[in-house]
């Protein structure tokens, strides 16, 4: 006699959702036109604010979870949620540029302000360990707007071939397949019992299931070779390391967040909350042993795209000019408002060129010397390594293997990755 299979309880079907419709934060069904509805901690904070009173901080909170819980757009099957920090750039980016085209004074005033409130929301969200999509919604469209104003403002002037539209269009092109490839998975070590639990889920979200379950079987180091526990000291740094031959020393290659041995020249990313191969650092992106080749590849395709399409534009708004003489002095720019406003995309784009150029020479560096920019973090906090330049370079010695053979290593990353039995011991 075959086992009678006993029937799955059968679940209530929920009614399907309208584009307008969405679930939300509390599990009710709710809709896109009701955003502004029953909001107490809005009202809340309205009232103080105009009353002239503090508001508290938990209120704050409260206000920002409710506005990202219904900032949502009309979908197929529900409406979609829309990250909030995606929307600042698209608002202000050219409320400001458009102000600043309307005199000189305006702005030189706004494009050296615009740097300092990007370099502090950096460091804003690294401290507090935040993801954020601030960086990628104001980088992608930063290229689409300054391409938008290119075709209407610059491109009808007639001194731009097609030739040349096309070169600049296709440069745009790869900063888009490159940065899209960098995008993706980095190098992420994964837990090998997370794999057999989940093999269909990605690393982050295997983390997040196993996430807070405390190590169990390590503590303390006995004469059969277990593991260590990490020291509150220890916890900071994000590592405490254990060796294999000797479980009496202490290296720094055990990882009690993922529960791995990670092999070498792997660090914890902070942001991304998982390990990674051959960590460089994390920025728009975490850029690790896979996609480093990619992210090199969409610097210097956006260098030489930026400086482009800089000379296209000063060529047609300021004729019979050198491009730094341009740059500096061009005479009448501000006598029509399509001229001002593309010299000012201009200048925009050189402040962003030139961030991404020094990016771009440090990594150049760090690659010649075979030194990721964690481990030029690590020199330097430790004192140890070699500094030249005005510490420019940080050559640490413990990878070098001369110019040619550290570019020739960097060209094979990720095509042989070599998987160490340690990062099998969990």
């Known amino acids: 006699m075959k086992p009678v299979k006993k029937k799955k309880t059968e679940e209530p079907e929920l009614e399907p959702l309208c584009c307008c419709e969405y679930i939300d934060r509390n599990g009710e069904k709710n809709h896109v036109a009701a955003c502004l509805c029953d909001c107490q901690d809005l009202d809340e904070g309205c009232d103080r604010w105009l009353s002239c009173e503090s508001v508290r901080p938990e209120t704050c909170e409260r206000i920002t979870d ?35 085209s309307w005199h000189f004074l305006l702005g030189v005033v706004i494009l050296t302000s615009l740097p300092m409130l990007a370099l502090w929301y950096y460091y804003l969200t690294h401290r507090r360990k935040e993801q954020t999509l601030f960086f990628l919604s104001l980088g992608l469209f930063s290229l689409g707007y300054m391409y938008f104003v290119f075709l209407r403002e610059v491109v009808p002037k007639g001194h731009v071939g ?26 992420y070590l994964i837990n090998p019992a997370c794999n057999d639990r989940s093999p269909s889920n990605s690393p982050i979200e295997c983390l997040i299931q196993k996430g807070q379950e405390k190590t169990k079987g390590f503590s303390g180091t006995d004469a059969s070779g277990s593991l260590n526990n990490r020291t509150p000291k220890d916890d ?107 010299f000012t995309c201009v200048w925009y784009s050189v402040i962003i060129t030139a961030g991404m150029a020094y990016i771009f020479l440090i990594q150049l560096i760090n690659i010649s010397y075979n030194v990721t ?25 413990q990878y070098n293997r001369g110019f040619l053979r550290n570019w020739l290593q960097f060209s094979t990353l990720g095509t042989h990755t070599v998987h160490s039995l340690a990062e099998d011991i969990v």
């Not at 009496?248 to 792997?266: G, S």
Request: aromatic fraction near 6%.
């Open 373 to 397: 920019e964690r481990e030029v973090q690590q020199a330097l906090r430790q004192k140890t390594g070699r500094r030249l330049l005005c510490g420019l370079i940080v050559d640490t010695g």
């Open 236 to 342: 900071s740094k994000g590592s405490s390391r254990v060796g294999l031959d000797s479980p009496a020393k202490v290296k720094e290659d055990w990882c009690a967040k993922c529960q791995l041995v990670r092999p070498a020249r792997a660090w914890h990313c902070r942001i991304c909350g998982i390990c990674v191969r051959r960590m460089d650092h994390h920025c728009v992106c975490c850029v690790g042993e896979s996609n480093h080749q990619a992210f090199i590849l969409a610097l210097s395709v956006f260098l030489l795209t930026s400086v482009y399409g800089i000379s296209l534009t000063l060529n047609t708004i300021c004729r019979d000019r050198s491009l730094f003489t341009a740059l500096f002095y061009c005479p009448g720019v501000y006598a029509h408002y399509s001229s001002a406003l593309s």
């Open 162 to 187: 097609p030739t040349q539209l096309a070169l600049l269009t296709g440069g745009l092109v790869l900063i888009l397949l490159a940065l899209y490839r960098a995008k993706k998975n980095p190098g």
């Open 66 to 100: 409710t506005i990202s819980d219904r900032l949502r757009i009309p979908w197929l099957r529900g409406a979609r949620k829309v990250n909030i920090s995606i929307v600042p750039p698209l608002v202000l980016l050219p409320v400001f540029l458009h102000v600043a």
